[in-house]
């Protein structure tokens, strides 16, 4: 498909303000939308491989929790800064070329980790994989909300979604089959993911490269409630859960395939989490929703660190690890109504979200070599309070 086809693309203004999109196009496009989709899902479970498989790697690579933090961070860090690359990336190449950049970059990253054997090699395959992530999600979120039509923009976020919590899954499935296996394992599996996304991306219909001179970096504008949502979501999705299984190992002194099971069964309950938190947004707004979750999840949160290992200790972990991900729907179409049709401040959104979820990661791995990995984690379980000032009625805000 020709990549400068027709499609309802928005080209940003100079100023760097959202300009006009362009004429609509005659109806949703689902090939690619389903594309991006699996795409998203690739993408997401090689940026998630560590965190499941970590308490092996850790054995084997002779790793401390510290180190583990530092790994997560570098993850992290690296798709914070990417982000903004990719968002301004369609200046130079059409969008198509970039995403097949991205699943490059996953490719050489998934490489790199199954072949590691030190650290610091560990590190660079963390860049690569970060690299992955952070340059696709500004087009692909973009590129879903156009593809999907205004008309269907919320059911397409919730998919979208269960597509970032399929790969979450299939991470934490793949965790499971490194501690029966071989760790290095699952990263062959996802460089195979990696391939085979870039080359289904050719028949995406992505449009062309943006033309116009780069616009002001809108920070002003992307520092609103999708933000800072997102950055809750970041928080607890890079900072406390990648430490779930290393708990799980050394505080209740289950096997690391057990571990990994619960970290399963929380992204299953993710998928339904999602599309509950997308229906609940719908009924009573996303701000009420926004605050209900928090209590939910400050409620697990603390319960699953504070409460002995046993049977529904692990249920309530999963719980947790799946309600977390109920936030991330709200926080796109938030993001996509409010400056969806702008690449870089898509980028920049995700950027300050995952740039703060670097930071917490690596807090909790120093603060865990400090202090514990039991207390860190129940001041991590607190986070989620944020959100009810976050999510407050407007009219309380004093104008």
Not at 206 to 231: A, D, F
Not at 298 to 315: E, K
Not at 377 to 393: M, Y
Request: proline share 6%.
């Amino acid at each position: 498909m020709d990549d400068n086809a027709h499609l309802d693309v928005p080209v940003a203004a100079p100023d760097g303000a959202p300009a006009p999109a362009a004429a609509p196009a005659a109806g949703p496009r689902w090939v690619t939308f389903a594309l991006l989709c699996a795409a998203y899902f690739a993408t997401t479970t090689g940026e998630q491989m560590l965190s499941p498989l970590f308490p092996i790697v850790s054995d084997d690579l002779g790793l401390s929790v510290t180190q583990g933090g530092i790994a997560f961070a570098v993850l992290t860090g690296t798709i914070a800064v990417t982000n903004l690359i990719g968002g301004d990336a369609v200046r130079h190449a059409t969008p198509r070329t970039v995403i097949q950049l991205a699943c490059a970059a996953g490719v050489a990253g998934s490489i790199v980790n199954a072949l590691t054997t030190s650290y610091a090699v560990l590190l660079v395959g963390q860049v690569l994989l970060g690299a992955a992530a952070g340059l696709f999600f500004p087009l692909g979120l973009q590129g879903v909300g156009i593809a999907a039509g205004p008309a269907k923009r919320g059911f397409a976020m919730g998919i979208y979604g269960v597509a970032f919590s399929g790969g979450l899954l299939a991470a934490a499935l793949l965790g499971t089959l490194g501690a029966a296996a071989s760790w290095r394992l699952p990263f062959w599996i996802a460089a195979a993911m990696f391939v085979a996304a870039g080359v289904a991306i050719v028949f995406a219909d992505l449009g062309p490269r943006v033309r116009g001179p780069r616009g002001k970096l809108p920070l002003r504008e992307v520092l609103t409630l999708p933000t800072y949502v997102g950055i809750v979501l970041a928080t607890l999705q890079y900072g406390a859960i990648p430490f779930l299984t290393t708990y799980a190992v050394t505080r209740w002194k289950i096997s690391a395939a057990e571990a990994a099971t619960v970290l399963v069964v929380g992204r299953l309950i993710s998928i339904v989490a999602k599309v509950i938190g997308g229906a609940t947004a719908d009924r009573i707004g996303a701000r009420a929703s926004g605050q209900r979750t928090a209590l939910v999840l400050t409620a697990t949160g603390l319960a699953w660190v504070l409460l002995p290992g046993h049977p529904v200790t692990y249920g309530i972990a999963a719980l947790f690890a799946g309600a977390v991900s109920s936030l991330g729907p709200v926080a796109n179409m938030l993001a996509v109504e409010s400056f969806g049709s702008n690449g870089l401040a898509l980028g920049l959104y995700r950027s300050v979200q995952i740039a703060l979820g670097a930071v917490a990661s690596a807090l909790v791995g120093v603060a865990a070599g400090l202090f514990g990995l039991r207390p860190t984690l129940a001041v991590a379980g607190l986070v989620p309070l944020a959100l009810l000032w976050i999510c407050r009625d407007p009219q309380t805000q004093g104008g």
